[in-house]
């Protein structure tokens, strides 16, 4: 099973609102990352977790927030969305960079709009 | 001077032909590299990886490795419409999660 599995799929939201991206994995990886990508272009790092700790901070405005409850499960709690930040928001997870096998695998990610 | 460089094409090829894909990269301390397909409005899903120089294949697919140039490709043989998407290179350090994508090429097989 190389299936990592993002929730909702799409999302619109206003921007005074508060919601939450979900994704999970049970490939037992111990690296999971937040990525945002806007039409046409590559990933943008926002997140790393490494062993459930926030290894990684890609300088994210505080309106975005992640959260790492436990192995398996990566949360992106969203507050005062600005329009500019909708983008297809991804989720990946791989195996601790300490070994050869570091290959990442993405979720079909959740499609975001804030109006 | 990007860390990752790809052209974004767009390129078209006819079926059956074979596609040939690059990425060049400055960061002499990467040691991983992968390439993923990109269908419209989905996520990357994983095609290639490779950590040393040399060749890999599987299937249709080739990816070659060139540390010493910092060069990488993607080889595709027999290419199907199927394969319409665009490809992404990335590569990484152990110990390290940040994973770095080049820009994308945009890859259109016309039957």
């Known amino acids: 099973d190389t299936e990592v599995t993002q929730t909702p799929k799409h999302l619109v939201m206003g921007m005074t609102n508060k919601k939450s991206l979900k994704c999970e994995q049970h490939?037992?990886?111990?690296?999971m990352y937040w990525y945002k990508q806007k039409a046409k272009k590559p990933p943008e790092l926002m997140f790393v977790?490494?062993?459930?700790?926030?290894?990684i901070n890609e300088s994210v405005p505080s309106r975005f927030s992640p959260e790492c409850p436990n192995s398996s499960l990566l949360n992106l709690h969203l507050h005062a969305l600005q329009p500019e930040d909708s983008a297809l928001y991804l989720c990946?997870?791989?195996?601790?960079?300490?070994?050869?096998?570091?290959?990442?695998?993405f979720g079909q990610g959740t499609r975001l709009t804030v109006v | 001077q990007k860390e990752v460089e790809q052209d974004p094409g767009p390129l078209s090829v006819p079926e059956g032909a074979i596609v040939s894909l690059n990425c060049t990269y400055s960061?002499?301390?990467?040691?991983?590299f992968m390439w993923y397909r990109q269908y419209s409005r989905k996520g990357p899903e994983l095609l290639m990886y490779?950590?040393?120089?040399g060749n890999k294949e599987d299937g249709r697919f080739t990816a070659q490795v060139d540390k010493s140039s910092k060069y990488i490709s993607l080889f595709i043989r027999d290419s199907q419409p199927s394969d319409s998407a665009t490809y992404l290179c990335?590569?990484?350090?152990?110990?390290?999660?940040?994973?770095?994508f080049g820009a994308g090429t945009r890859l259109t097989v016309k039957p």
């Open positions: 990335a590569m990484g350090v152990y110990n390290n999660n940040d994973m770095r």
């Open positions: 960061n002499s301390a990467f040691q991983y």
């Open positions: 490779t950590y040393s120089s």
């Open positions: 990946a997870s791989s195996p601790h960079g300490q070994a050869k096998n570091t290959e990442a695998f």
């Open positions: 977790y490494s062993y459930e700790k926030l290894s």
């Open positions: 490939m037992g990886h111990r690296a």
